[in-house]
């Protein structure tokens, strides 16, 4: 672990929650994952070695409980854990607000984009009653994260790799880049399907419905309602004196 050698608390908490990946281990589990593979779906990039690791000393410090339930091993936050949300979710924000958004090719992780799709599906806005398949494809993604089916059913949400088998509700067809950019703010949905940068195939009230259906981060309308002009200006390259 990190030792800044101080007794200031900001230094002692750094100490714990300023290891390398240990910020989004904890935003995993403040978004309600509790199995090792839930976790670890939302770190992708990250060896499972070291998300034990993490997980481990998170629990000696007491930011987490580690439980065995009839359902395997879960990890639970502790009061202390809690505490950390408005952290988690204040560094999010601004993130949001004031750091570019021109993402490079290998920030850009379809896995990690449909987890957190997944997860925050507005459950309440799909229509009960009815089985919701939404098939994306990605059409600058490797190989093997090219295909995505979203299935949605009595309040429950599953993301699935392989095709499910059942009829499909709407197709999503973009570039990662552009579905990324709608779901963090930088591009308004409506925008990016009128131009064509994302199509979207299906009975037409069902793809009226779609955005509303998904919604986006929860980071999004920060990102939004970033200050613009202050973000050009950060964002401009220099320009040399003459």
């Known amino acids: 672990m990190i030792d800044y050698g101080q007794f200031c608390t900001v230094a002692r908490g750094a100490e714990v929650i300023g290891q390398r990946w240990t910020p989004l281990v904890v935003r995993e589990l403040l978004c309600g994952s509790t ?60 993130g949001a607000r004031w750091i570019g958004s021109r993402l490079k090719r290998d920030q850009l992780d379809a896995g990690f984009l449909m987890w957190d799709i997944r997860r925050f599906i507005l459950v309440d806005e799909c229509p009960r009653g009815r089985r919701l398949v939404i098939h994306f494809r990605f059409t600058d993604a490797p190989s093997g994260e090219r295909l995505w089916w979203l299935v949605v059913e009595d309040g429950e949400v599953d993301l699935c790799r392989e095709d499910p088998g059942d009829d499909v509700t709407l197709i999503v067809e973009s570039t990662l880049r552009t ?8 591009r308004q949905a409506e925008e990016a399907t009128r131009s064509r940068a994302i199509r979207v195939v299906g009975a037409h009230p069902d793809a009226g419905d779609l955005w509303r259906w998904l919604g986006r981060s929860v980071f999004a309308e ?12 950060r964002e401009r390259p220099a320009q040399p004196v003459p």
């Open 179 to 186: 579905l990324t950019e709608v779901w963090t703010g930088d």
């Open 35 to 94: 199995r090792f593979n839930e976790i670890h779906r939302g770190v992708p990039r990250m060896s499972r070695s070291l998300l034990t690791e993490r997980l481990r000393t998170l629990e000696e410090v007491g930011v987490l409980r580690r439980v065995t339930t009839p359902a395997g091993v879960e990890y639970q936050l502790t009061t202390a854990g809690e505490e950390l949300r408005p952290i988690i979710m204040a560094l999010g924000h601004w």
């Open 222 to 233: 920060t990102r939004a309602a970033r200050p613009r002009a202050a973000s050009r200006r």
